[in-house]
């Protein structure tokens, strides 16, 4: 079945002093009003000129607080971050996984960086507190293979998440992301036992609401990094149009 | 699940009719309502069913979770003899169980019918289904209308 185009906000970059500038594009697809949806992060790092993007410490991702994540019915089990660390994703229980995405990272190697695909796997983590926590497995292969477990916890109104020092090699400075792109929802698989069988089904998704705010949806990401710098980029969601001025 | 019950007081009930118009009455409530899911609005669900208990009837709730475990309801029972609007707040626990529980205090504010100066307050208990969005809540205080 053929998803309607996602609907897309891109915005301009803000960046506080010398600090990396950064962009940020969301998407909403499909975008139907209070209808199920998947919602997509893509964030750019750009350093100054002739230097290297310094490693992130946070990255708080922002969207309006009535959207329906934590009603999506995605995450009903949850993975053992130390698990999912040792293991990789298949230690994980299919109904736990919410997500996925992918990151470009750079690698110093002697005067060269070194860009690096990533692959990000996201899942529903055990709750200390109440709030859905997730563990987002990220994993490299070339030049450097690595597995790293980052954590990120569901506030209303936010997708917080923690990022871990990641250590280059000896004497050079520290991994650091470029790009980030990540996905909540999607072609996800679950299960159910129905009359004593297991039934793949795929979960509902986020719930759009009913109305959308004037001027759109407005999401945002803050950065921060371990050198303390911080920097900020919004993105804007338009309404859908209304269903009676669809075409096709 | 929850037992029988029986109204703690029922002071109009031995009244003349023309002072029970004017007269308070004070019940004991445990109802319990199987809940389907009909629609959502972002983070609000709405939810529909049967209640049974101390007064039977439909019920419908508007239960907001936006990631917060501080979770909220705006509940309307519809009985034989009028609505009883009601707002509960409460805790949701284990958010990532595919059935996590819920609890928290229920306060009672009007109505229509009889119920139109209903007053009261009490616990809200509840099973929030992750899968169908159906829930199972469970109410006990006391009424006064």
Known sequence: MALAAPAQGHNARAAAGGAPRASLAATFAPERLGAPTTVTFALNIDPPPETAPPPLSQIDFSYPGNLGFATSGLGLAACDPLELQAVGGQACPANSRMGGGTATVEVSFGAELIQEHVVLELFAAPSPDGYVHLAILARGAEPVEARIVITAVLLPGHLQIDVPVVAGLPGAPDVAIKQIRATLGGALTYYEQVHGHLVAYRPRGIGLPDSCPRGGWRLGAALAFQNGEQSQAGAVIACPQRRGRRRG | ?145
């Open chain 2, 1 to 145: 699940m929850l037992c029988a019950w029986a109204p703690a007081l029922a002071s109009a009930a031995s009244l003349p009719p023309a002072n029970r118009a004017h007269s308070a009455t004070t019940l004991s409530v445990r109802d319990e309502g199987n809940l389907r899911f009909v629609r959502s609005s972002g983070s609000t669900l709405i939810d529909e069913g049967h209640a049974t208990g101390t007064i039977p009837g439909n019920v419908r709730i508007h239960f907001l979770y936006n990631g917060n475990p501080n979770v909220s309801a705006q509940i309307t029972i519809y009985g034989a003899h009028g609505t009883i609007q009601g707002h509960a707040s409460g805790r949701l626990s284990s958010p990532t169980s595919p059935n996590p529980s819920f609890s928290g205090t229920l306060s009672i504010a009007g109505g229509s019918g009889r119920y139109s100066h209903a007053r009261g307050g009490g616990k809200l208990y509840g099973v929030f289904h992750r899968r169908s969005y159906g829930m199972v809540v469970q109410t006990e205080g006391t009424l006064h209308y």
